[in-house]
Every structure is written in structure tokens, then in C-alpha cells.
């Protein structure tokens, strides 16, 4: 143990971060999801302590169900109101209710608190060789690939016929596992093997007609993550048979997958506690989840709450950081038992140019699959926003005509332009909204690209400078690998300072997250009716089973390490240059700062991004559990009844962290100087684990 002058922590290769900032209330973006229907009555999660259960009940399921006859009545039978009940990572149930009603039932004898249900949105061939995973060597050679580790994944579901879920090599699941596969329409248990060996779903806040619901996926999300994470080995895989040929592989290519569903158009909280209740019982060894609905404080976020209890019993939890940059503080998912991570990008493009009739060509990216031939220049016409003018667009506008405007990462315009005789379509992100420099390959329905946002300014200055601007595409529908700087931190990966604690710093490490390619559903189509077995999408949902798989590959070689240890070993040993040997960049620090992109600081970054090999040997190890979390929660000045919802038979705060929240036994140093003060002194304790045994 050793205790160090916050002055001196940076000449000791930790963080470091001098920071003042103001907390302000901040809600998800959710402009592009689908709108809900407002109700009458609302699901709610009803946290109960079940140490206070009242001794006349033979069960919590009859005390709940009490519950609910005396605090909502209706004439329905109660038992069928009940959506769940909750007694492994947490102790209560879930039950529509009306606002009075939820209110009343708050005032019982025995609840803690009850919690109105969120809304949360889900936020690789080359990626794995990028983190430094090689087939013949390295960390997949000292971990035989993850062999038998145990990854649930909690998300939109899984095509089990993808060859990325075949389980050619693999040997029996172990005795211990309890999951399977649920059997009905449409998915029979069959489709499970010794790869995919869990599928499950949990819908029941839309669905009230008590048919079991199908794992199999709708939307895509659930299998790109999937196969991200532990996908097997898949040769010649690509995209439309054109985009990042080569061999497909999750990070951890042996793990088992074991799918919850819990996400359809929306995801609700009471569904996805309920996935959380079934992987902790079925005993996977990782939960990722790639999920987030917005900074909230702990107390209030039942997933936050579920997974404090699944980090106590031992499992290792990985979230998304969520995609709000790159506006600061917008970091999601940040509670010190998640291991929280940001999105960056690798190196590999897919280049598109765009020539002017000045004879300026404007470099972009695109997943189009035709090479433009013949079409000569083109007229050029500006539409500000594709997203609000798309659905107005008319012949008369955009006939044969090139349409330019703003864009937030969807091709779904380009059907909209082609429907109306468009000839191609040139977008960006909004520089108000996400990065500088974001350009991300979109598979276009006609010849189009996405640019950067400075190469879109060109372009703009170029339509304005003539009375008739005028460009032509050209295609190499090709990929091309090690020539761009990376990783560079994405423009739209969420950023800290923490907003639930500022002292804890947030993301914990970044990784690929950015066009990366991965198994999808064949009979969900991208737009314009096409279909792929592979796909290529961004966000921090593909960051995050990056480093499940990678955690994946860690637990196989230190079985008896606690999660915090894992986490530990990510951080301490992620890397801050890129492949130049230069400071990673940040494609959101340029933000209402000029042209220049920036070092990326660990509130975009955290430690920094992921490097496997290092981390299988980290040396030393910063552990903390459940005591300390409690104690970190009793820093934050939480209540005894919020703290509670965590830990049942907690009665008061006897131990303080020396130094606060910032006190946390943790991987990283965020210190928040008040004008009073300009030394503090923090503690840490690290393990050797750096021999046999450990």
C-alpha cells in the first residue's frame, strides 16, 4: 500500500485529471428511435427488501402479489399482473401501474423504492488482428482461443444459422451450465450447439398473451454483437461479397455464446433485469451488454442495481459508453463495478472520391457495390437535413441530380432519393453533433459516400463559389488497410466527466468500434431490399464485445481472478499511441476548436485502447468488491434506503474512503481541486499477480 501527492501521480504512469465542471440533468438522444405511444399506465420495476418480508407470507411471490391486490386493485387476477419477479442480482418484481398507484405502492412497509421503466437503445476481420490477436501466437495461442468461457449477451436476439455460430472443434459446455434453448415457432432447439448454448427471451412488457417469445433476431444488432465477441472461425467471410474479405473471427473465437433476448424496437428495464436474473442463474462467466438509456444516478438505474448484484457473484460486466459525442459528460453505463468502454476506430477504409468540376477531389468512404461508369459530372444540390427533407423529396428537385446534406449514419435517404429519380447522394454527420472528422462507410442503394465534415465544408464552399456546381463519383469497392492513422477515438463515442461521480473516471478503455464487420441475420434486409450474411456497422455496441471477448480470453487463463482484477489488467495495460507511435487522436476534440484534431484525454479514452497480450500479464492488479462498492456508494452521500437497493442488509455508513470517491481501490485517478485546495492524497493497493498461483 502506498500513498502518493495527487502532484506526483503522473510521473507513476496513472491519471491524473485536474478538473472543475458543473453536473447538469442529461436524457439520451433519442430522435432517431421509434416514438411510444404515451399510457395510462407504465410499466414499473418495485424494488422490495426481502430481509422485510412480513412473516405471514409463505413466499416473496405472495407477499408481491399482495402487494399489488392492496396497492392497485383491479379486477383482473393479480398473479397475471406480475410481468417478473426478481430474487438473484436483486430483490422485487415488475408490474404496470398507474402513477397514483406506483406512488402508494412506494409508501409500503418493505419497499425500497420503485422506479418508472426506462427505455434504452442498443448503441471483424480485421478488428481482432488490429488489438494484436494473431491465430498462431499470442494471447488466442495462450488461452486456446477462450475455449469454454461463457458469454451471455444481452441484446436483439441471434440467427443461430450463421456460420459464425458453428461449433466445429469445440468440445461439450461445461457440467455446470444451466442455460438452454428455449423451442418454439420458428426457433427449435437444434439450432444450439456446443457454440451457441443459451437462448432465451424476455419481452413480456409489450407482450401480455403469454406466449413464450422467440431468441431468434429481427433487427441484426444482437448477432453482429454476438459474433464480435466469440464468433468462430469463418473463411473468405465479407460483406455483400465485396467489403473486408478475409477471415472472420470474434475476439474470444471458442467462448460459448449463451443470447438473451431483451431488445425488440425498443428495450425496456424489466426485461433486461430479467435477462440479467436468468445469465446470473444459468452461470455464464461475462455479461456484455451494448444497451444504455442515458446518465442517471446509480439509485435510480435498475441496471445499474442488477449488476451490482452480478458483479458479486463474480461475473465480469462490460457495457457500452454509449454514441452521444462529442458533447462532454455524456458518458453512460459508468458505475464502478462496469467495465465501461468508448469506441475507437482501425485501419482499414473504404475509399470513395468525389470530384468537383473545380477538379478538386474530396476523399470519403462508402460500402456501395457498383462502380459509377460513364456518368460524367453531375449537378450538385444542396438539402440540409437528409433526415427532415428526405420524405418531401420530389422528381422536380432532385431528378438525375447529386443531393448533399446532413446525416446521422443511415442509408435509409438513399432509397427516399432513388424512389425520386436522385443520382447520388453525399452525407456527413452534424459537426454540431458529433465529430470533426467522422466519416463512417455507409452500403449506399445508389452511388454514394459519406466525407468528413471538413471535406464537406469544401464542398459546400465550392457550391456556394458556383452558379451551377457540378461532380462525379468514382468507386473502388475495395478495402484498404494500413494507411490511416488508428486507433483514433470516434467522434460519436461518449464521453466523461462522469456525471453520477465525477471522481470515478469514465469510459474505462476504448476498442474497435468503428465499421466493423460481423455476422447478420440473412433475412434482415439493409436498405433497398438487399441481403447479407455479413455486415458492417459502428458504435460503442461494437466496442464493447470486443473487450467481452478479450475479458473472455483473460478469465480462461486466470479462472480465480475477480472482475475488478480483469478490469484492472485492461486498464493498466491499454495503450496510448496509435500505430504511428504517436498520441492516440480524438475525432471529436477539434469540436468548436478549429480545425486541428486533438490528443484524445481519458474523458474520451480512458486508459486507453485495449492490447490482449498485455493484459493476460499485467503484473500487478488493483482488486475491489462489494465492501468497497458500498463504500463508494456511502462517498456519494447516498442515503441508507438508496444504498439499500444494492446491498438489502446494509444498516449504515461505518467506513469512509480516505479521500472520497476518489478513494476507490480503482484503476485510474479523476482528483476535483475546490479553491480551498490544491494537495490531496489518494490510496491504492495492488496485487502481484505475476506468479504462479495467481
Given at each position: ?9 503522473h ?9 472543475q465542471?458543473?453536473?447538469?440533468a ?10 411510444l ?29 399482495s402487494?399489488v ?9 393479480t398473479?397475471?399482473?406480475?410481468l417478473?419477479t426478481y430474487?438473484t442480482v ?36 480485421r ?19 477462450g475455449?469454454?468461457?461463457?458469454i ?5 436476439g441471434i ?15 461445461r ?39 422467440s ?33 472472420a473471427?470474434?475476439?474470444a473465437?471458442?467462448a460459448r ?6 431488445c425488440?424496437d ?7 433485469v ?6 446470473v ?15 442517471a ?10 449488476l ?6 463474480g ?7 454509449g ?10 453505463n ?23 468540376g473545380?477538379g478538386?477531389v ?21 438539402s ?6 428526405s ?17 446521422r ?17 453525399v ?10 472528422d ?9 452511388p454514394?459516400l459519406?466525407l468528413?465534415?471538413?471535406s ?32 483514433v477515438v470516434?467522434?460519436?463515442s ?8 465525477h ?11 468503428s465499421?466493423?464487420l460481423?455476422a ?21 455496441s461494437?466496442?464493447?464485445p ?18 475488478a ?20 487522436l ?23 485502447h485495449v492490447?490482449?497480450?498485455?493484459a493476460l ?7 475491489a468488491?462489494e465492501?468497497?462498492?458500498?463504500d ?15 446491498a438489502?442488509d446494509?444498516?449504515?455508513c461505518?467506513r ?12 485510474s ?5 475546490d ?5 490531496r ?6 496485487t502481484?499477480?505475476?506468479?504462479p498461483?495467481?
Amino acid at each position: 500500500m502506498a500513498a502518493m501527492n495527487a502532484r506526483l501521480l503522473h510521473h507513476l504512469a496513472v491519471f491524473l485529471l485536474l478538473a472543475q465542471f458543473t453536473h447538469s440533468a442529461l436524457v439520451p438522444n433519442s430522435k432517431n428511435h421509434p416514438e411510444l405511444k404515451p399510457r395510462a399506465s407504465n410499466t414499473y420495476i418495485v424494488h422490495a427488501n426481502h430481509l422485510a418480508m412480513p412473516p405471514n407470507f409463505a413466499s416473496l411471490d405472495h407477499w408481491y402479489d399482495s402487494l399489488v391486490a392492496v396497492h392497485s386493485p383491479r379486477p383482473a387476477n393479480t398473479s397475471g399482473r406480475i410481468l417478473y419477479t426478481y430474487d438473484t442480482v436483486m430483490h422485487g418484481f415488475a408490474v404496470e401501474l398507474t402513477g397514483d398507484e406506483a406512488r402508494r405502492m412506494s409508501t409500503a412497509s418493505g419497499i425500497t423504492d420503485v422506479h418508472k421503466d426506462r427505455v434504452l437503445y442498443t448503441q471483424t476481420t480485421r478488428s481482432p488482428g488490429f488489438m494484436g490477436l494473431d491465430p498462431l501466437n499470442g494471447a488466442w495461442n495462450e488461452t486456446d482461443f477462450g475455449d469454454g468461457v461463457i458469454i451471455g449477451i444481452i441484446d436483439s436476439g441471434i440467427w443461430p444459422e450463421s456460420a459464425s455460430f458453428n461449433d466445429h472443434g469445440l468440445g461439450p459446455v461445461r457440467p455446470s451450465w444451466k442455460g438452454k434453448c428455449v423451442h418454439v415457432d420458428g426457433f427449435n432447439t437444434s439450432l444450439c450447439n456446443n457454440k451457441l448454448v443459451g437462448a432465451k427471451a424476455f419481452d413480456a412488457v409489450v407482450r401480455r398473451d403469454g406466449a413464450v417469445p422467440s431468441p431468434r433476431d429481427k433487427h441484426g444488432h444482437g448477432t453482429h454483437v454476438a459474433s464480435t465477441a466469440a464468433g468462430a472461425e469463418v473463411p473468405d467471410a465479407g460483406m455483400m461479397s465485396m467489403f473486408s474479405r478475409g477471415t472472420a473471427r470474434g475476439a474470444a473465437p471458442k467462448a460459448r455464446v449463451a443470447m438473451y433476448m431483451a431488445c425488440g424496437d425498443h428495450c425496456f428495464g424489466a426485461d433486461i433485469v430479467a435477462a440479467i436474473e436468468a445469465a446470473v442463474k444459468d452461470g455464464v462467466d461475462i455479461i456484455s451488454m451494448s444497451l444504455g438509456g442515458g446518465p442517471a444516478p446509480y439509485y435510480l438505474d435498475d441496471l445499474a442495481i442488477a449488476l451490482f448484484g452480478a458483479e458479486r457473484r463474480g461475473i465480469f460486466v462490460v457495457m457500452a459508453a454509449g454514441n452521444y459525442g462529442p458533447d462532454a459528460s455524456r458518458v453512460e453505463n459508468s458505475a464502478p463495478w462496469m467495465t465501461t468502454v468508448g469506441a475507437s476506430t482501425i485501419d482499414r477504409m473504404f475509399p470513395a472520391n468525389l470530384t468537383l468540376g473545380s477538379g478538386v477531389v474530396l476523399s470519403g468512404q462508402s460500402l456501395y457495390t457498383m462502380k459509377a461508369k460513364g456518368t460524367g459530372m453531375l449537378q450538385l444540390v444542396s438539402s440540409e437535413s437528409c433526415r427532415m427533407e428526405s420524405a418531401s423529396w420530389t422528381p422536380d428537385q432532385v431528378m438525375g441530380k447529386i443531393v448533399v446534406c446532413l446525416d446521422r449514419g443511415t442509408d435509409k435517404h438513399g432509397v427516399a432519393l432513388q424512389n425520386a429519380g436522385g443520382a447520388g447522394l453525399v452525407t456527413t454527420v452534424d459537426a454540431t453533433e458529433w465529430s470533426r472528422d467522422g466519416a463512417e462507410a455507409l452500403p449506399f442503394t445508389l452511388p454514394g459516400l459519406t466525407l468528413s465534415v471538413d471535406s464537406y465544408e469544401k464542398l459546400l464552399a465550392y457550391m456556394a463559389s458556383e452558379p451551377n456546381p457540378v461532380a462525379s463519383f468514382s468507386f473502388g469497392c475495395e478495402t484498404i488497410i494500413e494507411e490511416n492513422r488508428a486507433p483514433v477515438v470516434a467522434g460519436f463515442s461518449s464521453r466523461g466527466p462522469n456525471p453520477a461521480a465525477h471522481e470515478l473516471l469514465k469510459p474505462d478503455v476504448v476498442a474497435p468500434g468503428s465499421n466493423i464487420l460481423a455476422a447478420w441475420p440473412v433475412d434482415v434486409a439493409l436498405s433497398g431490399g438487399r441481403r447479407t450474411e455479413y455486415n458492417i456497422i459502428s458504435g460503442t455496441s461494437m466496442a464493447t464485445p470486443h473487450v467481452a471477448g478479450v475479458a473472455a480470453l483473460i478469465k480462461k487463463k486466470h479462472p480465480g481472478w475477480t472482475p475488478a482484477m480483469i478490469r484492472s489488467a485492461l486498464m493498466t495495460t491499454a495503450g496510448t499511441v496509435d500505430n504511428m507511435d504517436r498520441d492516440i487522436l480524438d475525432n471529436g476534440a477539434t469540436y468548436g476548436r478549429g480545425d486541428v484534431v486533438r490528443a484524445a484525454t481519458p474523458f474520451a479514452a480512458g486508459a486507453g485502447h485495449v492490447r490482449p497480450i498485455l493484459a493476460l500479464d499485467p503484473g500487478l492488479v488493483y482488486d475491489a468488491g462489494e465492501r468497497d462498492y458500498v463504500d463508494f456508494l456511502c462517498a456519494l452521500n447516498y442515503s441508507a434506503k438508496q444504498i439499500r437497493l444494492f446491498a438489502p442488509d446494509f444498516v449504515k455508513c461505518n467506513r469512509t474512503l480516505p479521500g472520497g470517491v476518489a478513494g476507490l481501490n480503482y484503476p485510474s485517478f479523476v482528483v476535483v481541486f475546490d479553491n480551498a485546495t490544491d494537495v490531496r492524497t489518494l490510496t491504492r493497493t495492488v496485487t502481484a499477480v505475476k506468479f504462479p498461483g495467481h
